[in-house]
């Protein structure tokens, strides 16, 4: 099983640097978990910083996978993991996933990297990770890190939603 954290998913969406490295762990949905706390962040990012239509698509996508809740069991064992590793609660929460269903945890975030069941992509220079509080780095920002265009419409969910017209 597989587990691509929120950063993989801004990047594959965005057609970001690091797109490529994301996007064999993201299309075999039959091996993709995606926990809620994924869908959340990936919901509350491209909705502030895209549109509430790109939003409501990638969180569409994610259900061609398995959606996994954040139960008791994931809450304790993520308890245990931030206290381990010195993780936040989202990103205890998604590790909790990841070792809770066996699955290799794909990630750009350095919180993870070094950690156990984690494959990390390092980017090139600096970074600011899904995970960093949003009221910390403005949304010009934002779209630089994830690759996101001039808005002219050469992201991923604009190519997608460019395609599903042309067939209707």
């Given at each position: 099983?597989?587990?691509?954290?929120?950063?993989?998913?801004?990047?594959?969406?965005?057609?970001?640097?690091?797109?490529?490295?994301f996007?064999?762990?993201?299309?075999?949905?039959e091996t993709?978990?995606?926990?809620?706390v994924v869908q959340f962040e990936?919901?509350?990012?491209?909705?502030?910083?895209?549109?509430?239509e790109s939003a409501m698509k990638a969180i569409a996508r994610t259900t061609r996978s398995r959606v996994v809740d954040f139960d008791t069991s994931t809450a304790l064992l993520a308890a245990e993991l931030s206290r381990d590793h010195g993780l936040f609660f989202a990103d205890a929460a998604i590790y909790a996933s990841a070792r809770k269903h066996q699955a290799e945890l794909?990630?750009?975030?350095?919180?993870?990297?070094?950690?156990?069941g984690v494959t990390y992509f390092q980017?090139?220079?600096?970074?600011v990770s899904a995970s960093t509080p949003y009221m910390l780095w403005s949304p010009l920002i934002?779209?630089?890190h994830?690759?996101?265009?001039?808005?002219?419409?050469?992201?991923?969910l604009l190519h997608e939603s460019a395609e599903d017209e042309s067939t209707a």
């Open positions: 099983m597989i587990l691509v954290d929120t950063c993989g998913w801004i990047e594959w969406l965005a057609d970001g640097v690091l797109a490529d490295r996007q064999p762990f993201l299309e075999p949905a993709l978990i995606v926990p809620t990936l919901y509350k990012w491209l909705e502030r910083n895209v549109s509430k794909i990630t750009a975030d350095n919180h993870f990297a070094g950690l156990p980017k090139g220079g600096w970074s934002a779209m630089r994830c690759g996101f265009s001039d808005g002219l419409g050469n992201d991923r």
